[in-house]
Every structure is written in structure tokens, then in C-alpha cells.
């Protein structure tokens, strides 16, 4: 079993979460729950990064304090991964104590020790820049759009101030020689390009604390100084597993850690975040994926302009897999896409209402006009074993703890080797798209051997064998589609009867019965009438 933990970034608690930020909690947790099912050991982790003058500021103008500001967002985030079905096993908060404890841990660590050049990682120094409220980062004259922040396009302030100075420069050369030794330490390569890129030209020191915000952990040692938020930000990788307490090493070296994070936050997770890590003498995370963004209209997503959108409108309207299909199986994990409704209405009615909705209702509807509900597992060869199962079957016998013995793809059908690229390969993962196409295509595959077999016109008997592969198909399309659309596949496997034991229980996918005994149930994915709807 492995130890596995994966990590989304803590979101900004100027405003709830949208879209946007939906989108990678939602593509983390089919990952975590593909990797259960799969019997890892997981570890899923998300929350919200609560210091830093935005909050200081969003607090004064709700006439609230900044911890019932960062309460009230908090509350509200909750209930929307709530809503949203998240599975996360942990929901940091950097307003924690626990945060406070390792994050002064770290900095003392970080501070008492010295960087490749011999000098201090941590000094005072004085800095001035270009700074941008909105991303609490500073810019210089170089990098700003025209005078304004090259992300949010706001105005940024000239600002001077007494500083910590982290050391970052000296790291560059520890950072050279951690890409050559794990070429894929971050992907997608176009990312891994940039950053190396970002390396190339040269790193600056960082300024790792603020005199002129009250809104953070005070740095030890250095009174009248709080920690920069991004500092203290990438820490709660760690506090959530236990750091300073030696335990988070059962995950943190023991295991493999993985960040998912937005394209634009790459830098700090690429640069200062392992350049950190070196400085207080802990070993690295695996890897760092970083994902496109979400338009709407082509216009990006912000909490600050107020153009986000509520994940839970559309989950509400389509359902929840609606939306987490949606999102997973329209844009390739990567890439950027546009969000419209009148595409996910689209892929809804092709894809799951059509295809899957359809070829679950159908079969268990004549299976019960045929043979009232219970139909016997077939004996004869399966059409799709080659599709499903590959040649050999799954490479550690039909069912028990179906993925668990997959270490390589060599000889796996197509399903397979999309699945297993998913969760475990070293070079596109995860990538939802190609796990989610590589069922469809069975799906599909499905529907047309019904319309060819026709079962309406065959006697009793191949009525119950061209029903019972169907069922078979079913059973195996359902059972990794857990970690998709976990609602409608749980649905689907009670549907057909089958009882598994499922996370946070240890994993036991129901063996295949000797016979199916089927229960009736409403159409998975009811079509969307898209006409009535425009008539309104
Ligand atoms: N607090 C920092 C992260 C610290 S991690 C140690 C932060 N927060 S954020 O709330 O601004 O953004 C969090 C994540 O949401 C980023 O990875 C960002 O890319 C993602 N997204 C925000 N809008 C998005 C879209 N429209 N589309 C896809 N992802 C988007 O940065």
C-alpha cells in the first residue's frame, strides 16, 4: 500500500471560492479517491491561506475584525467543499496555532542555518519595489503591464520598507541540480521551461516579512516584523501532517507528495518553496502539477472584480457530477479552457445522459421486463475483456484491490493504461481527460453491441447473456468512476446490486455475483430539455 498526498493550494479568503478554485479541489479529490480505491494509504489536503494585508484590509471595510472576517469566509468554504463532495482528509487553516508552532519552527530552522554561499539564509535588509495588494507580491519595474500588476491589473504601490531577506540567489545552483536530477519534478513541461527559464535569468532574494501589516505570525527574533503570507503559506504543507513533530515524515519522506497548484502560482512553489525546503534541511515533495485557469467569455475568473463563478449554482441546476464531469472531462489538466454553460448542458446530454445514463437505464429496464431483475453472470467470453481487462486481466487477478498491483503499464488494454496513467504514471498525470475518454469508449462500445445484438429479438436465453455482459460492462465502467462521479456511480453499483465497502472503510469492491440481482431506479443523468429551456 502506498503512501500517497496530494495537495491543492490554501485559497485566499478575500471572498469565497469559485469556479476556478473549485476546479482544482474537484480534480484532487478524483485523484484521492482513485488512489483509495486503489487502496493507497492517501492523504488529501486543502484549506485557506487566512494572513496578509487583503485580509487586514477586507476586515476594515466589513467593520469586522480580520479573525471574524477569516471565520465567516472559512464557514462559507466549508459548505461549498461540502457541497461539492470533497473528500479531503485535512482543512488547514494558516490562523491555527498549529500553523503558528511549525511556522516558527521552520523559520528557526531555516534562520539558524546557512545558505550554499556560507552566509546567513535569513538577514535585514531594506526593500523597495512595485507591490501588488492583490497577489501580496512585489514586482519589478520590468515585470509590470504597463505600470500595473501584470495578473490583476491593478495599480501597484511603490513601496519601501525594512525587511527579512530570504536567500533565495544562493539556492539557484541547489536549484539547478534538482531539475537535472528530476527532469520531472514539475509538469507540464511547458511549465518546467518557464521556471527554468525564471532560473536562468537570475533569482532575487525574497522579502519574507512586513512591518506595515499586523495581519500574520510575528518572526521570531525580529520584533515589529510579521512573516510574509507566502512564506508562511507554503508551510501548511507541512504543519498539516505533524511538522515540527517527527511523525510528518511517515508522509513527507516515507511517501510521495504531491502539489497541484494554479500556473500562475508556479514560482513560489517551484523556486522559493523547494529553495526553503533545502535552507531547513528537509527532503522535497515528488512533484508539482501545475494546471490551466478557467475564462468565462474568455475573461479570467477573479475574486477581486467579483467575475467568479458559484461551482453550486450549476451542481444545483445539472447535479454535482454534472459539474465534476464537466470540469474534468472538457479541459485537458493543463490547459486553459473557456466555461459555458451551453457546453456543459452539451456534454451532459452526449455523455451522460446518452451514452452512460442511457446504457445503464435501458439494460436494467429490460432486464427486469425480460427477466424480472436477476440475471445470471455470463458464462461465454466478454466482448469488451480485451477493452476492460486486457488479454491477461488485471494484472493481480479480476477484482481484489483492483489497481493495487499495477506497476507498470506494459500489456494493458487502453482503459487500463489511461487509468493507471492517471494515478500513477510519471509523465501526464493526472490526466482526467484521457481516464474519463478511454471509459467512454467503451460506453459507447456498449450501446452499439445492444443495438446490434438487439436482445428484443433473441430468445430467453441469449436475451440473458447479451443483458449479463452489458451488466458486466457496467459493473467494471462503474467501479473506477467512483472517484469521478462518485453520486451517480454508487448509485449505479447499488443499482446492480453490488456492496461494496468503500473509503473511509479498507476497500472491498463487491466480487461479481453469480448472478445480478438488480434493483429499478430513476435515470442516472435524466436528459435536459434545451428546448423548452430556450423557449422560457
Ligand atoms: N493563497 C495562494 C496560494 C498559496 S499555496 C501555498 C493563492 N490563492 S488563490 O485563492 O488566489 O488561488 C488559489 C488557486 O486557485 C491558484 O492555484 C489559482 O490558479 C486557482 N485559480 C483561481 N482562479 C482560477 C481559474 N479561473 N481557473 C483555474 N484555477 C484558478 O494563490
Redesign the pocket.
Known amino acids: 500500500m502506498g503512501r500517497f498526498m496530494i495537495t491543492t493550494?490554501?485559497?485566499?479568503v478575500n471572498a469565497p471560492m469559485h469556479l476556478?478554485?473549485a476546479?482544482?479541489t474537484i480534480a484532487c479529490d478524483a485523484v484521492a479517491r482513485f488512489r483509495r480505491l486503489a487502496t493507497d494509504d492517501v492523504f488529501f489536503l486543502t484549506g485557506l491561506?487566512e494572513h496578509g494585508g487583503n485580509i487586514e484590509e477586507k476586515a476594515v471595510e466589513n467593520g469586522v475584525t480580520p479573525q471574524e472576517w477569516v471565520d465567516r469566509i472559512a464557514g462559507i468554504d466549508r459548505g461549498i467543499l461540502a457541497d461539492l463532495a470533497i473528500s479531503n482528509d485535512d482543512f488547514i487553516r494558516t490562523t491555527e496555532d498549529r500553523h503558528r508552532v511549525a511556522t516558527e519552527e521552520f523559520w528557526r530552522k531555516v534562520a539558524g542555518g546557512t545558505a550554499p554561499d556560507g552566509q546567513s539564509n535569513i538577514y535585514v535588509g531594506e526593500y523597495e519595489g512595485w507591490y501588488c495588494r492583490s497577489c501580496e507580491a512585489y514586482y519589478t519595474e520590468s515585470e509590470l503591464d504597463e505600470g500595473k500588476c501584470p495578473d490583476h491589473k491593478i495599480p501597484v504601490e511603490k513601496v519601501k520598507e525594512e525587511t527579512c531577506f530570504f536567500r533565495l540567489s544562493s539556492w539557484a545552483g541547489k536549484l539547478v541540480e534538482l531539475f537535472d536530477r528530476v527532469p520531472d519534478f514539475v509538469l507540464p513541461d511547458v511549465r518546467f521551461n518557464e521556471v527554468k527559464g525564471l532560473l536562468k535569468e537570475g533569482l532575487r532574494d525574497v522579502s519574507i516579512t512586513r512591518t506595515r501589516i499586523k495581519w500574520g505570525f510575528p518572526a521570531p527574533d525580529h520584533p515589529g516584523h510579521v512573516i510574509y503570507v507566502w512564506f508562511d503559506?507554503?508551510i501548511?504543507y507541512l504543519t498539516a501532517i505533524g511538522y515540527p513533530d517527527p511523525k510528518f515524515r511517515d508522509r513527507w519522506e516515507r511517501g510521495e507528495v504531491i502539489h497541484v497548484?494554479?500556473k500562475?502560482?508556479m514560482r513560489f512553489h517551484a523556486l522559493l518553496w523547494p529553495a526553503m525546503l533545502m535552507a531547513a534541511d528537509l527532503p522535497l515533495p515528488r512533484r508539482i502539477f501545475a494546471h490551466g485557469?478557467?475564462t468565462v467569455n474568455g475573461e479570467?475568473?477573479s475574486k477581486t472584480r467579483g467575475t467568479g463563478l458559484d461551482p453550486r449554482e450549476f451542481a444545483k441546476k445539472y447535479s454535482l457530477d454534472a459539474v465534476r464531469y464537466f470540469l474534468l472531462a472538457e479541459m485537458p489538466f493543463g490547459h486553459d479552457g473557456d466555461f459555458s454553460e451551453r457546453r456543459l448542458v452539451e456534454r451532459y446530454n452526449s455523455d451522460l445522459a446518452n451514452d452512460f445514463g442511457n446504457l445503464a437505464h435501458r439494460t436494467i429496464s429490460m432486464a427486469f421486463r425480460y427477466m424480472g431483475g436477476k440475471v445470471k453472470r455470463p458464462a461465454g467470453p466478454c466482448p469488451w475483456e480485451a477493452f476492460i481487462r486486457g488479454p491477461g486481466g488485471w494484472p493481480d487477478g479480476d477484482h481484489a484491490g483492483l489497481y493495487a498491483g499495477i506497476k507498470s503499464d506494459q500489456g494493458l488494454s487502453f482503459v487500463q493504461s489511461a487509468f493507471y496513467r492517471f494515478a500513477y504514471g510519471p509523465l501526464r498525470i493526472p490526466q482526467h481527460q484521457d481516464a474519463l475518454s478511454g471509459i467512454w469508449r467503451v460506453i459507447k462500445h456498449g450501446n452499439k453491441y445492444l443495438d446490434t445484438e438487439a436482445p428484443w429479438n433473441k430468445p430467453p436465453e441469449r436475451q440473458e447473456e447479451i443483458l449479463g455482459q452489458v451488466l458486466l460492462l457496467l459493473e467494471a465502467a462503474s467501479w473506477p468512476l467512483l472517484a469521478f462521479i462518485p453520486d451517480a456511480a454508487l448509485k449505479l453499483r447499488r443499482q446492480l446490486g453490488l456492496a461494496d465497502e468503500l473509503p473511509p472503510k479498507p476497500v472491498r469492491r463487491a466480487p461479481l455475483p453469480e448472478v445480478f440481482g438488480l434493483s429499478h431506479g430513476d435515470p442516472l443523468f435524466p436528459r435536459i430539455d434545451t428546448k423548452k429551456k430556450e423557449k422560457k
Do not use: F, R, S, V
Open positions: 493550494p490554501i485559497y485566499y476556478g478554485h476546479y482544482c491561506d503559506a507554503l501548511n497548484i494554479g500562475e502560482i485557469w478557467w479570467k475568473m
